[in-house]
Antibody, heavy 117, light 110 residues
Framework: EVQLWESGGGLVQPGGSLRLSCAAS????????MSWVRQAPGKGLEWVSV????????YYADSVKGRFTISRDNSKNTLYLQMNSLRAEDTAVYYC??????????WGQGTLVTVSS | QSALTQPASVSGSPGQSITISCTGT?????????VSWYQQHPGKAPKLMIS???NRPSGVSNRFSGSKSGNTASLTISGLQAEDEADYYC??????????FGTGTKVTVL
């Protein structure tokens, strides 16, 4: 059974940093690209970033480019999202998701990030 | 990376069929068949309902079907049931090698 478990969310001040983690199990982690998707309170889903299975290619939404960095440790079956220069508009539930053919077939339960002073 | 356009809400009575549209551009929906649909109940994570325009993952009811014409994809729910009341999002791969989601549609079962 595929399982994804996000952690690392919390309250951070504007301009601050936070690193999210996503622990994966139940599939061959290194064989699949992984994504981060976020959802602001009461709003829709927003695609954030994707990283290839080997970790050698990554892409970002314009809204986070230059501030967020996606990475992975295949030896630990863990996906990361380093978030710097955080803004109020980054407040959201952040989901990690497994990709299959450029689509998200499994999702974690999400971790809430709140950017506020 | 503009969001794909979906109607804000769609409603139907139990047993009826409803269709949700998802309009993109030639840089996403119009070019790629990597179009998927997700169901999200309040406070829950999204669930994949349709992938590759029209494929149903194992375990998804055959009341859900997908299609695409030009820059617009569609999700049809037939035999509407109370449990189908949720938010639905489309998504597509893009020519920038990123993803994009739709604006979301709230489905109400009357």
């Amino acid at each position: 059974e595929v399982q994804l478990w996000e952690s690392g969310g919390g309250l951070v001040q504007p301009g601050g940093s936070l690193r999210l983690s996503c622990a994966a199990s139940g599939f061959s982690f290194s064989n699949y690209a992984m994504s981060w998707v976020r959802q602001a309170p009461g709003k829709g889903l927003e695609w954030v970033s994707v990283i290839s299975g080997r970790g050698d290619n990554a892409y970002y939404a314009d809204s986070v480019k230059g501030r967020f960095t996606i990475s992975r440790d295949n030896s630990k079956n863990t996906l990361y999202l380093q978030m710097n220069s955080l803004r109020a508009e980054d407040t959201a539930v952040y989901y990690c998701a497994k990709e299959h053919d450029r689509q998200n077939d499994y999702w974690g339960q999400g971790t809430l990030v709140t950017v506020s002073s | 990376q503009s969001a794909l356009t979906q109607p804000a809400s769609v409603s139907g009575s139990p047993g009826q069929s409803i269709t949700i549209s998802c309009t993109g551009t030639s840089s996403d929906v119009g070019t790629y068949n990597f179009v998927s649909w997700y169901q999200q109940h309040p406070g829950k994570a999204p669930k994949l309902m349709i992938s590759d325009v029209s494929n149903r993952p194992s375990g998804v009811s055959n009341r859900f079907s997908g299609s695409k014409s030009g820059n617009t994809a569609s999700l049809t729910i037939s035999g509407l049931q109370a449990e189908d009341e949720a938010d639905y999002y489309c998504s597509s791969y893009t020519s920038s090698k990123t993803g994009v989601f739709g604006t979301g549609t709230k489905v109400t079962v009357l």
